[in-house]
């Protein structure tokens, strides 16, 4: 069992920086792979960024590319998303996810979600 509680969000002009935190209850967190999605309303939720288990492979949404960049610390049980230069259709509820599956970029994919973080970008 993984708890995930996500922090970070906020309302930033455009142009400026967020840096989202995912705080991972359980001892294995360093065995799942973590990522970021994100919904904005009347949206489906979209994948944003990944982490494999092993760090060594990360993948971004084109959009977000040169742009975002996820990262973990196994040694605090976290997953950060360091977002730069934000534009306002960043906007949205973000999400952090586990999972053990290597369909990186498929929702269902993932077992374990956060409760979302909101940022709110504006213009």
């Known amino acids: 069992q993984v708890q995930l509680v996500e922090s970070g969000g906020g309302l930033v002009q455009a142009g400026g920086s967020l840096r989202l935190s995912c705080a991972a209850s359980g001892r294995t967190f360093s065995s799942y792979t973590m990522a970021w999605f994100r919904q904005a309303p009347g949206k489906e939720r979209e994948f944003v960024a990944v982490?494999?288990?092993?760090?060594?492979?990360?993948y971004y949404l084109d959009a977000v590319k040169g742009r975002f960049t996820i990262s973990r610390d196994n040694a605090k049980n976290t997953v950060y998303l360091q977002m730069n230069s934000l534009k306002p259709e960043d906007a949205a509820v973000y999400y952090c996810?586990?999972?053990?599956?290597?369909?990186?970029?498929?929702?269902?994919?993932?077992?374990?979600w956060g409760q979302g973080t909101q940022v709110t970008v504006s213009s």
């Open positions: 996810a586990a999972t053990i599956s290597r369909s990186y970029y498929v929702t269902s994919a993932y077992r374990y």
């Open positions: 982490n494999s288990w092993t760090g060594g492979s990360t």
